[in-house]
């Protein structure tokens, strides 16, 4: 085997050029302070914001549910009889219109309807959604959980989600539904019944809710069975408000110790077109990155897991650039935003590939890799895979991105 810090010098360029791309660069999760409490606040604000909450205990193992999962709306849904659990359904309200979130709010305790008000009352906010957050041990994995209003929070995800009468009815019944990516790479299946907190949850459905850090969604009734805080978290749409001020506003009526991350971030600047060289990581930032790496070579996939011994695939790239002391973000679709995106034929070593795999969120970039050069990258790539080098797939290509330290920094 070529010695692997020759293989890395080998492939960096001494110097990069001034760069004119057309970025799409917006702000949008999470480092990890965990309490062992059952309602302590988990305080996880990672180099990209914030992620969700309280811990509670995973009380006893799984038990197994085999059904034939089909697809309808777009979202992958479980159409068997129903599962272990038996809350009755409540009546959901079908979708009369959308709002597009641009920020997801977690407080340190439940938030008041006075403050509640307050945010509402902020200018530019149109509409304001209460959640319970929590991170759930579910399966032996640590899950960030929100329990919602199925009829009310459903005009807030991806349009495919918003839409499928049948996943929301799923989850006022009682079972859960995940993303996709939880549920393909985390091992979460359709028809699965995970026992946590002492509550049977059956897997109902696959879908997307297009918040980043939010992996699971259940009714506030099952969040009350599961002992989630009640009131923690709001989702804000503000369409026509500068995502960054905003937040900022709100920080200062919010409780202390809250947290906000923006996911569809509203930019009132404009965009940059060029790029100097010196807003990138330097070529010695790139070899340490490159060389970390490539140490992880053979290491189990594993979701959720952010090393040092196993990864997913933006654990990965998270851990081997922070090696290098650059802050990159968590979450992939935050990842996606964190420089400018460059044409494939311009790619270099060090740059990051992105993909579009979630069929829930055709939109919703689910899969990142590090470009090795000559046509290779290495990647963290799914459960039952290791850390490998694999030739670059062109096939749901969302786009490949120049990390801009500084612009990497400021994604919430």
């Known amino acids: 085997m070529l010695d692997r810090q020759t293989r890395v010098s080998g492939l960096i360029h001494e110097a990069r050029q001034d760069l004119a791309y057309r970025p799409r660069i917006r702000y949008g999760r ?3 302070q965990a ?18 909450v309280t811990q509670l205990p995973e009380r006893s193992a799984e038990t197994v549910a085999l059904r034939r999962p089909v ?24 979708l009369t219109s959308t709002h597009q979130p641009h920020l997801f709010v977690v407080a340190a305790k439940p938030l008041s309807s006075a403050v509640v008000a307050k945010v509402a009352q902020v200018a530019g906010v149109r509409a304001v959604e209460r959640a319970d957050a929590a991170e759930v041990g579910m399966d032996g994995k640590r899950v960030q959980t929100l329990g919602v209003n199925p009829s009310t929070f459903r005009a807030y ?64 009734q099952t969040a009350r069975a599961l002992g989630i805080p009640e009131n923690n978290a709001l989702v804000v749409s503000a369409p026509k408000v500068d995502s960054a001020k905003l937040r900022r506003a709100l920080l200062r009526i919010l409780p202390r110790r809250s947290q906000i991350a923006t996911i569809n971030p509203v930019l009132s600047t404009p965009r940059r077109t060029t790029w100097a060289a010196g807003s990138f990581m330097t070529a010695p930032q790139i070899k340490v990155a490159l060389t970390a ?45 964190s420089g400018p995106q460059i044409p494939l034929s311009q790619a270099q ?15 919703y970039v689910s899969h990142v890799a590090i470009y090795w050069g000559n046509g290779k990258m290495l990647q963290a790539p799914r459960t039952g895979d290791v850390v490998k080098f694999s030739p670059v797939s062109t096939r749901n290509l969302a786009g490949v991105v120049r990390i801009s330290p500084a612009v990497a920094a400021r994604v919430r």
């Not at 697809?71 to 079908?94: E, L, N, Y």
């Not at 393909?184 to 109902?204: C, E, F, H, I, W």
């Not at 695939?313 to 973000?329: D, E």
């Open 293 to 337: 790496a490539v140490s992880k070579l053979g290491r189990p996939y594993v979701w959720g897991a952010e090393g040092p011994d196993t990864f997913d695939c933006s654990g990965l790239v998270q851990w081997a650039y922070a090696q290098a002391g650059i802050k990159v973000p968590r979450v992939t679709h935050q990842q996606f935003v």
């Open 30 to 32: 999470r480092l990890r």
């Open 157 to 220: 995800t991806p349009k495919p989600t918003a839409r499928s009468d049948r996943l929301w009815r799923n989850v006022s019944a009682g079972e859960i539904a995940v993303s996709f990516v939880l549920g393909n790479d985390g091992g979460m299946p359709l028809g699965k019944s995970v026992t946590t907190a002492g509550q049977v949850l059956r897997v109902g459905a696959y879908a997307t809710m297009g918040m980043g850090a939010i992996d699971a969604v259940v009714s506030r």
């Open 35 to 52: 309490f062992p409490a059952i309602v302590l606040l988990l305080v996880a604000v990672l180099a990209t914001g914030v992620v969700v």
């Open 71 to 94: 697809a309808r709306q777009g979202i992958q849904s479980d159409v068997a009889a129903a599962g272990p659990t038996h809350t009755p359904p409540q009546p959901v309200a079908p």
């Open 349 to 363: 070593p060090g740059d990051l590939l992105f993909w579009r795999y979630d069929p829930t969120n055709p939109s």
